[in-house]
């Protein structure tokens, strides 16, 4: 032992029959022995307490409240599960009622759009009235797209033609 004790207990030495980390586990272990110690002596004071008869009633009960819920709940999915096995129709007929109820606002959706141009155009605008003669001469409608960006190039100079028509 006085060997041990002189040099670094830390350290591996040239004895192959020493296993270091061994030793600081068995010294770390050794070192908590009395706050174990102090904490097995606790729990069997408060167990054999009215205290721990308490806490044994209330694991008890919560035991029981959690296997009478466990049994609910696998009753319920069995049940559920039986009757979708019985009868898949009804359940194909409780999908289509829930898909119609939502998409019902998605059918009504087409009916708040209006499909006239002229209420986007000025009044008395020579494009208002020339739309009017299209409709006149041509079945069809025109599709008119407006865009804004904030990267436009800035220099007229370097843009290209405004024109789309005009052909270079």
Known sequence: MAEEDSGDRYS????????DEQ???????ES??????EIDYAKKAISSSFIGGGLDTAAQLMDDASDAADAV??????????????????VVILMILVTATIGRDAMEFEHQINGDVEIYLPD???STELLQQVREQWSTDIFMLYIQTDNA????????????????
């Not at 591996?12 to 296993?19: G, K």
């Not at 030793?23 to 272990?29: E, P």
């Not at 908590?32 to 110690?37: D, G, H, M, S, T």
């Open 73 to 90: 709940t696998r009753r319920t999915a069995e049940l559920t599960y039986s009757s979708i096995l019985r009868s898949p129709a009804a």
């Open 124 to 126: 008395g605008a020579d």
């Open 153 to 168: 190039i800035a220099d007229p100079s370097m843009r290209g033609t405004e024109n789309i028509t005009h052909v270079e």
């Open 23 to 29: 030793a600081f586990w068995d010294r770390f272990f």
């Open 32 to 37: 908590l022995k009395p706050v174990k110690q």
């Open 12 to 19: 591996v030495e040239s004895d192959d029959n020493r296993d």
